[in-house]
């Protein structure tokens, strides 16, 4: 299923906003397309041992998914050292609620301003998660088929120990 950028070409955005945003694509800074829910999955160990992620026995592994008003989702699978963790993982993926809302230029300018607060970790996980979105935008393509067992609802949630949705 392929989206009509036409549709998302309207925006109230200063031009000075997106100077410095580096990996929209052009076409892209005129789409407003807001990011509507963020997910996040940890995976059980069965789907940790199928996916081969992780490096150590208890590192948290799991999804991140941003869906937007275009009917696009963004993926990003993670594995994090339970040692990069100062609390849990509702609380560390919670600062990601603030860009429920945003357009996607407001969405990369934001993290941006915050790669220094979040960290290495959790900025590398948004910003993969983000640059998916871009990228399927970008293609005006919603293929997802490497990965169609993301897209099954029931299947992620038998193998999820926690979710967290915002």
């Known amino acids: 299923m392929s989206i009509a950028l036409n549709d ?3 925006t109230d955005e200063p031009v000075d906003s997106r100077q410095d945003i580096y990996p929209l694509h052009p076409a892209l800074l005129h789409v407003k397309i807001k990011i509507t829910r963020i997910e996040c999955f ?12 992780g490096n150590e026995e208890d590192d948290i592994c799991g ?6 008003d275009a009917g696009v989702v963004g993926f990003k699978e993670f594995a994090i050292p339970s040692g990069s963790l100062k609390c849990d993982l509702t609380t560390w993926v919670a600062l990601f609620q603030r860009i429920k809302g945003l357009t996607l230029t407001e969405t990369v300018n934001y ?4 790669q220094e607060a979040w960290g290495p970790v959790r900025f590398e996980l948004f910003e993969s998660s983000i640059l998916d979105v871009i990228s399927k935008i970008g293609s005006n393509s919603l293929n997802n088929r490497d990965q169609d ?14 979710y967290i949705s915002f």
């Open 149 to 162: 067992y993301l897209l099954d609802r029931a299947y992620l949630f038998n193998h999820t120990q926690a």
């Open 111 to 114: 993290a941006q301003r915050k």
């Open 63 to 68: 999804l991140i998914a941003l869906s937007t």
């Open 8 to 10: 998302y070409r309207k």
């Open 42 to 53: 940890r995976y059980d160990n069965e789907l940790i041992e199928k996916r081969q992620l």
